[in-house]
C-alpha cells in the first residue's frame, strides 16, 4: 500500500511553456501533500507543502507565481511551471502523507518527473 | 532553522568492508528517516526512526537514532556492489522535512 505516481515521468518543453505534473495517492487518502526540487547531484529542497482545499505554503525563495500548486482531492495534487526557463530544469518529486492515528504522517514518494527546458 | 548535515559525502569502499555514515541534525526531533536513490530514480524508503536509541536492522544496512546527541548513523556491513547509490537522511519536524546532502556509495569489486 501508500502508493504515489507521478505523471508524466519526464517532459521535455520549450522555453516559456507551461508543464503541469500530477501527483496522485493511489490507495490513500493523503492529508497532504509536499512538492520537492532536485537538482543534479544536489539533495531534495522541499519548494511547498499543500493540504486539500486550501492555498499551498510556499518554502522561502519559491515563487508562488511561478510555480503554481493546485490540491484539489485528498488523491490529487498538481505542480504547473509557468513560463519555464532553463534553470528550471529538474527532477520534481512529489510525496503524499498519510494521516493515522500515530504520533507522525510519513510521507511517501512518488517516482519523481524529469523536466527539461530548452 | 533546522540543518542537517551528513558525512562523508562521497564515499568509495571494496567489497567485504564495514563503513558507517553520519547523520547530525540542528534541532530536537525525534523523526528521522533514511533513504536510498539510485541514479534517474526517486527516493526508496529504507528506516523510520521514531525514538531514541532506535535501532533498525535490513539486511546489510543498520541504522540507529541517538535523539540527545542529535545524531543517527547508518552503518554498512560487509558492502556487496549493489549497495552502491546515494543515501539520505532526512529530519521531520510538524511535517516539515529536511534532508541531508546525501552519501554517495560506491562499493568496488
Known amino acids: 500500500g501508500a502508493v504515489v505516481s507521478q505523471h508524466p515521468s519526464w517532459v521535455i518543453c520549450k522555453s516559456g511553456t507551461s508543464v503541469k505534473i500530477e501527483c496522485r495517492s493511489l490507495?490513500?487518502?493523503?492529508?497532504?501533500m509536499f512538492w520537492y526540487r532536485q537538482f543534479p547531484k544536489q539533495s531534495l529542497m522541499l519548494m511547498a507543502t499543500?493540504?486539500?482545499?486550501?492555498?499551498?505554503?510556499?518554502e522561502q525563495g519559491v515563487e508562488k507565481d511561478k510555480f503554481l500548486i493546485n490540491h484539489a482531492s485528498l488523491t490529487l495534487s498538481t505542480l504547473t511551471v509557468t513560463s519555464a526557463h532553463p534553470e528550471d530544469s529538474s527532477f520534481y518529486i512529489c510525496?503524499?502523507?498519510?494521516?493515522?492515528?500515530?504520533?507522525?504522517?510519513?510521507?511517501?514518494f512518488g517516482p519523481g518527473t524529469r523536466l527539461t527546458v530548452l | 532553522e533546522l540543518k542537517v548535515e551528513q558525512n562523508p559525502l562521497f564515499l568509495s569502499m571494496q567489497e567485504g568492508k564495514n563503513y558507517t555514515i553520519y547523520c547530525n541534525y540542528s534541532?530536537?526531533?525525534?523523526?528521522l528517516y533514511w533513504y536510498r536513490q539510485d541514479p534517474g530514480k526517486s527516493l526508496e524508503s529504507l528506516f523510520v526512526?521514531?525514538?531514541?536509541?532506535a535501532v533498525k536492522q535490513e539486511g546489510r544496512l543498520m541504522a540507529s537514532l541517538d535523539t540527545k546527541a542529535r545524531l543517527s548513523t547508518l552503518h554498512i556491513t560487509a558492502a556487496v556492489h549493489d549497495l552502491s547509490a546515494t543515501y539520505f537522511c532526512?529530519?521531520?519536524?510538524?511535517?516539515?522535512?529536511?534532508f541531508g546532502a546525501g552519501t554517495r556509495l560506491t562499493v568496488k569489486p
Open positions: 499543500s493540504n486539500e482545499g486550501s492555498k499551498a505554503t510556499y
Open positions: 510525496s503524499a502523507s498519510l494521516s493515522t492515528q500515530t504520533a507522525y504522517n510519513e510521507q511517501f
Open positions: 532526512a529530519v521531520d519536524i510538524w511535517d516539515d522535512m529536511r
Open positions: 526512526l521514531l525514538s531514541n536509541g
Open positions: 490507495d490513500f487518502q493523503a492529508t497532504t
Open positions: 534541532t530536537t526531533s525525534d523523526r
